[in-house]
């Protein structure tokens, strides 16, 4: 060891070793290596970028629905962002039966003031879209399932949601997401 | 690898001397699967399968990359072109119909070519990492399959993108964006349309490589035989070609004789009507179900309908379905006995016809609607599989008591081995 130091030491000196066994070779490799490798995973990026949702995709899409025509019972499917919305005009007794559960007791607890307007609880507004894995549930159109709860049942994997569209029974771990939305009049609502 | 006594390539065409010392190719071929491969001589039929899936690759390449030709991976017009194939290409309707049957015709041979492989433990050592190689290839073979049914962009199409697509968002804190990056939108639409396409068009050829790398594997040690026994003389062999040509010939024959029959007479017993339906957004399909050769694990998926411990349901129906192949990876050390033939394992045997039985049953619960009467099977059913892995097999191979095994192959066959004994 120390004769292999020795030989560095008087040889190298004056070509491309210093003191410490380390060549200016060594230090160009690793330099080289370091920078090719950052531009690599820096080229990683657009690859990777390229695959989320494009601008046009992206640009903020908002739905207005005027909800003068929808009776204390009925509900009707607008679209979102691609995706269907549920607007749904709830009976009073719909509107007990959500509030007669103890949220505590529930998988995801919420209760029906959380999730509607301050005076406007009789107003279900909520994505159309199960939890679980995305199916539209039923429940919404005229003479659909509504479940066991009277709310909406998806029939993908038979998750059940109650009148506050909460989940209730099956696979989905949610209840059903409330999209923003703001009432615009009182018949107006915009939603996004 | 080869064995001492193989056949050696010897072209004398001087053409064939030529080709040989520049480019070996043919050499290449001989010993892989020509008459230079020394493979035993007692395989039965169940060996046809790997040769059937490799027939089953080529097959749906070829009607692939046509389709392609007359195809437009564009959500306008999908379902559009999908429907000009069948009724205005010339021979379009054969072709979409051959490749449609043949994914199915690929996924029968592929569960057979796998349940082969349990009974005989063809997974054991030497072989792990052939059997590990198998597995990456079934994974490939599941993504493809499920991209390519995007495609005619039908109800089922796009409701199965979503479904699917939705499993990655069970995922914790990451699973949203991951759901959005994969699909390109906030749900399927033309980017994730336009991706499926191009990935369903470049995953065949990812397989065609790790086919390769799995016949190179198996090259090494040789196949393996009915009997568990390794060769140990030039007796137990007979050579690939033309012995096990001619078997494998045959074989096609009879699968090809099957293929047609579905295919010309029941194109559409295996596909579901609502996929004739353009997609639409706004409404599912009240019944929605995955292609066939996916029920096992759909059944697994929706086993799970309470939380489990702090594990939201959701995320532990996910685990489980992935689980229930990657448990597969651990096989080759979760059955330890030293005994590879279910011939020789009486009590391993038993077991083997359970797990077949437990497949059906979880495939044809997953076929089912999402009753509570066909949940409650596919608990039952899902706990067993897992249970058949990591507690039966290695279970069964510690306290089993295995039969006698032949001294050789050739004792197998003939009943004495004049060459060693």
Not at chain 2, 86 to 105: F, P, Q, T
Not at chain 2, 164 to 183: M, R
Not at chain 2, 227 to 232: A, F, N, R
């Amino acid at each position: 060891m120390a004769d292999v130091l020795k030989a560095e030491g008087t040889d190298g000196a004056g070509a491309d070793a210093s003191h410490d066994g380390v060549r200016r070779r060594d230090f160009i490799h690793i330099a080289a290596v370091s920078f090719a490798g950052v531009g690599g995973i820096a080229t990683l990026y657009p690859l990777i970028s390229q695959m989320s949702a494009s601008a046009d995709v992206l640009a903020e899409s908002s739905t207005e629905i005027d909800v003068s025509a929808i009776a204390p019972g009925q509900a009707v499917k607008a679209m979102f962002r691609k995706q269907p919305v549920f607007v749904r005009n709830l009976t009073p007794a719909e509107i007990a039966a959500a509030d007669a559960v103890d949220p505590k007791t529930l998988r995801d607890p919420q209760t029906l003031e959380q999730r509607t307007k301050t005076g406007k609880t009789n107003w279900l507004i909520t994505m159309g879209v199960c939890t679980h894995l995305g199916c539209v549930p039923l429940g919404a159109g005229q003479g659909e399932v509504k479940g066991e709860f009277g709310g909406y049942f998806c029939p993908c994997h038979g998750s059940v949601y109650d009148t506050a569209a909460r989940i209730r029974k099956g696979p989905a771990p949610k209840n059903l997401e409330v999209p923003p939305y703001e009432f615009t009049s009182d018949t107006v609502v915009k939603i996004g | 690898m080869s064995f001492p006594w193989a056949n050696q390539y010897k072209p004398t065409h001087p053409l064939m001397v030529y080709l040989d010392e520049k480019l070996p190719l043919p050499r290449f071929v001989y010993n892989a699967i020509g008459g230079g491969y020394p493979v035993p001589r007692n395989l039965n039929y169940a060996w046809n399968f790997g040769v059937l899936a490799g027939f089953c690759l080529v097959l749906q390449i070829v009607t692939g990359v046509i389709l392609a030709m007359h195809y437009a991976a564009n959500a306008g017009v999908a379902f559009d072109s999908v429907e000009h194939i069948m009724r205005d290409v010339n021979w379009g309707w054969m072709l979409r119909y051959a490749h449609a049957n043949g994914a199915s015709a690929f996924f029968v041979v592929v569960y057979i070519h796998i349940f082969r492989g349990f009974f005989y433990s063809s997974y054991k050592a030497p072989r792990e990492m052939i059997w590990l190689l198998g597995v990456v290839i079934f994974l490939l073979m599941m993504a493809t399959a499920f991209m390519g049914y995007v495609l005619p962009w039908g109800q089922m199409s796009f409701w199965g993108a979503k479904v699917i697509t939705g499993l990655f968002s069970a995922i914790p804190l990451v699973g949203e964006p991951l759901q959005q990056w994969l699909l390109g939108g906030f749900a399927p639409d033309n980017a994730a349309l336009n991706r499926f396409f191009s990935l369903h068009f470049l995953l065949p050829f990812v397989i065609a490589g790790v086919i390769i790398l799995h016949i190179w594997a198996l090259h090494i040690p040789g196949s393996s035989n009915p009997t568990g026994v390794e060769i140990k003389s030039e007796s137990d062999t007979v050579p690939f070609h033309p012995y096990y040509t001619a078997k494998d010939g045959f074989g096609l024959g009879v699968f090809l004789l099957i293929y047609c029959t579905v295919l010309f007479f029941f194109p559409n017993a295996l596909g579901h009507p609502d996929n004739y339906i353009p997609a639409n957004s706004m409404s599912t399909p009240a019944h929605i179900v995955p292609e066939w050769y996916f029920w096992p694990f759909y059944a697994i998926l929706r086993a799970f309908t309470a939380d489990f411990f702090f594990i939201p349901a959701k995320l532990m129906g996910v685990l489980a379905m992935f689980s229930a192949i990657l448990v597969w990876f651990f096989l080759p050390w979760l059955d330890t006995s030293p005994v590879r033939s279910g011939h020789y394992r009486p009590l391993f045997r038993k077991f083997w016809y359970l797990l077949v039985i437990d497949t059906l049953i979880l495939g044809y619960c997953g076929g089912s609607p999402a009753e509570t009467k066909y949940v409650l099977i596919s608990q039952i059913a899902a706990a067993y599989y897992f249970l058949h892995f990591l507690v039966i097999l290695p279970i069964v191979s510690s306290i089993e008591k295995p039969l006698p095994l032949p001294f050789s192959i050739t004792e197998a066959v003939l009943g004495t081995d004049a060459a060693t004994a």
